[in-house]
């Protein structure tokens, strides 16, 4: 069922206030204070509307209306000068147009527990991997993500532009102790299995 079309050509303009903001957020102690991260690229917008975590539009005074018709008429939508939008934009090629959106509250390992896969990351810290391994858990109908403490901040933008919208799709838990975490799992039933850097294909033959 099609939304109702959202025009653009009569949104506010973006505040300086709001300016201010979104170009804070690229850092992680902005996100953790205010609980909000930025989402770029016409995908993974589209991802976040469908969400309740998305809570307001971002879009470029020159960008390309087509498809924008996606937008619930209910969701705040501002504008701004396609310079100013190119400072908040941490994309080379800005597609003009990104989502301001609530971190999710975090799961309790406990409502994890009743996901059927899980997939638990440790040391896990360059943002791109991060965020490649988010969209090919999704795809594997991975519904639940534990983190170790040193892991890469999940709302990183550079993870959640990698992601490509399935950040939203992965409840994440992130542990404080991931030998205790993965005990609480076993505990409960979960099969383990490690995976090493250094192992062997699995599609490898055996001699």
Not at 46 to 55: D, L, V, W
Not at 80 to 103: D, H, Q, R, W, Y
């Amino acid at each position: 069922m099609a939304l109702p079309q959202h025009s653009h050509n009569h949104s506010p303009n973006l505040s300086n206030s709001q300016i201010s903001l979104i170009k804070k957020l690229k850092q992680k102690k902005y996100r953790s204070q205010f609980s909000l991260f930025v989402v770029e690229g016409f995908k993974s917008c589209m991802q976040a509307i469908q969400t309740a975590n998305c809570s307001y539009l971002v879009l470029s005074a020159d960008c390309n209306p087509a498809g924008l018709k996606t937008i619930p008429k209910d969701l705040q939508v501002y504008t701004c000068p396609a310079s100013v939008f190119k400072s908040l934009s941490n994309l080379s090629t800005p597609e003009g147009i990104l989502a301001v959106c609530n971190i999710p509250t975090t799961k309790s390992l406990e409502s994890l527990l009743q996901s059927p896969k899980c997939l638990v990351l440790d040391s896990t810290n360059n943002p791109g991997n991060l965020g490649t391994i988010i969209r090919t858990a999704d795809w594997f109908g991975v519904s639940a993500l534990v983190l170790s403490p040193d892991c890469v901040d999940p709302y990183n933008p550079k993870v959640v532009q990698a992601s490509m919208g399935s950040i939203f799709s992965i409840d994440i838990y992130q542990s404080q102790q991931l030998e205790d975490t993965l005990s609480q799992l076993q505990n409960s039933g979960f099969k383990l299995v490690g995976l090493s850097l250094g192992g062997e294909p699995l599609s490898k033959p055996k001699a």
